[in-house]
């Protein structure tokens, strides 16, 4: 089972690092070169615009707000186990959010995370940056939202659940989003070994729930991505990595993004002074399961077709001679 970084093979890479060796090999022509009247032209931000650059075995993506920086290897290695099962891995990614994030300039596919109800908490902006960082580094796409996943345990009883599922290179795969951080500002030193073994057993363990009990999904690997404000917090996980029992862990792929800049702390704490972007409306009636959510967990009881069958017996019982 691999637990962390696995010498560089040769696979087919993600949508970053596919980008990278384009930009990496793509000739440019020297800013001097006569005829080339963009030398000495500010450079300005278009819609959505980005930049990717490869160089010293990193990928680099500077966006409009905030720049994600990734090992080469492992944005390759990152796909290419999500794409395989029983093989883990544990894994960095650095971003540097340097702008207010704005949702209205993420992907379709964060905005819809975003905008899409969940479970609850004060979450929604963590895992749509997650599902936007997933986008620009792996190229995949949305595939359900939280309240879109059903669950049936069986018994009666609630499951863990998934954030969402995404599509990467045809496969599906279950993505868990959590943020490693004892309040804002983050204390150096104040989040322990201790703190980060307890925290990827509880989701490591909600990772395997929600995979096993999933009723509308097909996924058999999950993606754990934990977002930390602190190098320290980061460090802290990768030591715990090595505590966590082995079944826990032999599946799936844990990703640990470094968020810094100025502008993190959105990300960790809701803040009320946000602009209206980054609020999410008003949830009405949470916890209500819609029609469609109720009918598909009524299909799929084990026990409905033996009530139905009691029901007829029980009215052909009681009717009446010659009725």
């Known amino acids: 089972m691999a637990r962390a970084h696995v010498p560089q093979r040769t ?18 022509a020297p800013a001097d070169e006569p005829g080339d009247t963009h030398a000495d032209a500010p450079f300005e931000w278009g819609v959505g615009g ?10 680099f993506i500077a966006r409009q707000g905030y720049n994600i920086r990734m090992r080469l290897e492992d944005c390759i290695l990152c796909g290419t186990f999500l794409r395989v099962d029983e093989l883990a891995l544990f894994l960095d990614m650095t971003v540097i959010v340097e702008r207010r994030l704005d949702v209205a300039t993420m992907t379709a596919d964060a905005q819809r995370v975003f905008h899409s109800d969940n479970a609850g908490g004060s979450s929604e902006l963590s895992e749509a940056f997650s599902m936007e960082l997933l ?3 792996l190229g995949a796409r949305l595939d359900k939202t939280e309240m879109e996943l059903c669950y049936f345990t069986g018994d009666g009883s609630s499951s863990k ?17 959590t943020r490693a951080c004892n309040g804002w500002p983050p204390v150096p030193g104040s989040w322990t070994v201790e703190d980060a073994t307890r925290l990827l057993t509880k989701k490591l363990l909600g990772v395997i729930e929600s995979t096993r009990h999933v009723s509308n999904a097909s996924w058999s690997k999950q993606l754990l991505h934990v977002l930390v404000p602190d190098a ?12 966590v029992a082995p079944e826990l862990i032999a599946n799936t792929v844990v990703l640990v993004t470094l968020c810094g800049g100025g502008y993190s702390a959105d990300l960790f704490k809701r803040d009320e002074s946000a602009p209206a972007l980054l609020k999410k409306r008003a949830r009405i009636g949470l916890g ?12 799929s009881d084990p026990c409905r077709c033996a009530r139905d069958a009691a029901a007829v017996d029980a009215g052909a019982a009681g009717m009446a001679p010659g009725a």
Request: proline residues 1%.
């Open 11 to 28: 696979a087919r890479t993600g949508n970053g690092a596919e980008k990278a060796r384009e930009v990496a090999h793509t000739p440019h």
């Open 50 to 59: 980005e930049v990717c650059v490869g160089a010293f075995g990193e990928v």
């Open 135 to 137: 986008a620009r580094t």
């Open 161 to 177: 659940l998934t954030d969402f599922s995404i599509v990467l290179d045809g496969r599906l795969i279950g993505v868990s989003v």
């Open 232 to 243: 320290s917090l980061a460090a802290a996980l990768h030591e715990a990595s090595a505590l």
């Open 288 to 299: 209500w399961k819609s029609a469609d959510h109720l009918g598909h967990l009524a299909a």
